[in-house]
């Protein structure tokens, strides 16, 4: 599995707010899905409010999510 950082704004009439969340996925477009999918469900975003400004594959050094690093380092072995 390779890690992706996407970047992007949630924009909706009353503000404008911007993410930046570290996922694993297999493909940028996966790593999208997920993110739609996860803020969709704990934060009630609909798709048409998101707008996904960057999607960059990282590696296990540059994580900053330690979930994401110490499921990546147990991979890793």
């Known amino acids: 599995m390779k890690i992706f ?10 503000y404008v ?7 694993r996925a297999l493909k940028p477009e996966h790593a999208v899905e ?4 996860e803020l969709g469900s704990k934060h009630r975003v609909k798709r048409a409010h998101l ?11 540059e994580v900053e999510d330690p979930m ?10």
């Open 68 to 77: 994401i690093r110490k499921l990546a380092e147990g991979e890793r072995r």
């Open 51 to 61: 707008k996904i400004l960057s999607v960059e594959e990282i590696s296990i050094e």
């Open 34 to 37: 997920s993110i739609y999918a």
């Open 5 to 14: 950082r996407v970047i992007g704004n949630i924009v909706k009439p009353n």
């Open 17 to 23: 707010t911007s993410f930046k969340k570290e996922v």
